[in-house]
């Protein structure tokens, strides 16, 4: 019974799969953030969704904020440093 749940759950994962592939060709915007390296299907189609209007952001680092990829900030006596000095 439990081999059969995990084969039916590849299938629709499969399935799945093709609909967000399809879905990142039809619509141009995924199709443009798919040429970037590291982005594929699923990663152009949830960014593409998600950010409505990318002109909300003021710079590149702004964006990634709000995914969260910037590093953390660590302060000490008045200095700040924000993880992308050495």
């Keep these: 019974m ?3 749940q995990i084969l039916d759950t590849h299938v629709r994962l499969r399935e799945l799969d093709r609909a967000l ?3 990142s060709r039809s619509d ?3 199709r443009r953030l798919a ?3 590291g982005i594929g299907p699923v990663g152009a189609t949830a960014l593409a969704a998600s950010v409505a209007d990318p002109s ?3 710079s590149g680092r702004q964006f990634a904020a709000w995914l969260g990829l910037t590093p953390l900030q660590n302060s000490s ?3 700040e440093y924000d993880g992308t000095r050495v």
């Design 2 to 4: 439990l081999s059969r």
């Design 21 to 23: 592939a399809a879905l």
């Design 28 to 30: 141009d915007v995924a």
């Design 35 to 37: 040429t970037i390296p």
């Design 56 to 58: 909300q952001f003021k």
């Design 77 to 79: 006596g008045g200095k």
